[in-house]
């Protein structure tokens, strides 16, 4: 369980921010899926999750950063 324990971090502010940014990925999705939207509001919606989902591959990025060099392990 060690690997998985590296993914959840509570004390981690860049965990929290990889959480706000994958959800927020998640409901624009559902947004563009669901709601007849116009062609200029679906691209921008839809520009906008793609945005949230490289941040939170930032945040989960640097968060693994961030623990490996603190850990004792080293």
């Known amino acids: 369980m060690k690997p998985l324990s590296r993914?959840?971090?509570p004390k981690?502010?860049?965990f929290w921010l990889m959480?706000?940014?994958n959800a927020l990925t998640g409901v624009l999705a559902w947004v563009s899926q669901?709601?007849?939207l116009p062609w200029g509001?679906?691209?921008l919606v839809?520009?906008?999750a793609i945005g949230n989902g490289v941040l939170?591959?930032?945040a989960l990025r640097t968060m693994l950063r961030?623990?490996?060099q603190t850990s004792p392990d080293n």
Do not use: E, K, M, N
Request: hydrophobic share 55%.
């Open 7 to 9: 993914f959840i971090q």
């Open 12 to 14: 981690s502010p860049y």
């Open 19 to 21: 959480i706000v940014f």
């Open 34 to 36: 669901t709601l007849p």
């Open 41 to 43: 509001l679906r691209w």
């Open 46 to 48: 839809a520009i906008l």
């Open 56 to 58: 939170g591959w930032w």
């Open 66 to 68: 961030t623990t490996d």
